[in-house]
């Protein structure tokens, strides 16, 4: 059974500062690729970043880039978003998921955390 839990949500004042965790049980991590979605009240889910299996390759949304990391510890099964300079539009829960692929397409992701909410005050 894959599991995949996220933690490190909470809120922040704006131009500060979150690392937020994934921990993956039930499946071969180092096969994976990893995402971290969001989504805000009231909005579809969107993806944020992705990492591919090994690392090398990341994505990130245009309003994240520069703001925001992706990372992976294959050894620990985890995948990190360390998450600088936030904004009060970065409000949303925040889900990581599992694919064999880094698809662009939200409803394309197998597996899914039940997500960490994140608060930006202004």
């Known amino acids: 059974q894959v599991q995949l839990v996220e933690s490190g949500g909470g809120l922040v004042q704006a131009g500060g500062s979150l690392r937020l965790s994934c921990a993956a049980s039930?499946?071969?991590?180092?096969?994976?690729?990893m995402g971290w979605f969001r989504q805000a009240p009231g909005k579809e889910r969107e993806r944020v970043a992705a990492?591919?299996?090994?690392?090398?390759?990341?994505y990130y949304l245009d309003s994240v880039r520069g703001r925001f990391t992706i990372s992976r510890d294959n050894a620990e099964n985890t995948v990190y978003l360390q998450m600088n300079s936030l904004k009060p539009e970065d409000t949303a829960v925040y889900y990581c998921a599992a694919d064999p692929r880094t698809s662009t397409v939200v409803s394309e992701w197998a597996y899914w955390g039940k997500g960490t909410l994140v608060t930006v005050s202004s």
């Open positions: 039930g499946l071969t991590f180092s096969r994976y690729a």
């Open positions: 990492i591919g299996w090994s690392g090398t390759n990341t």
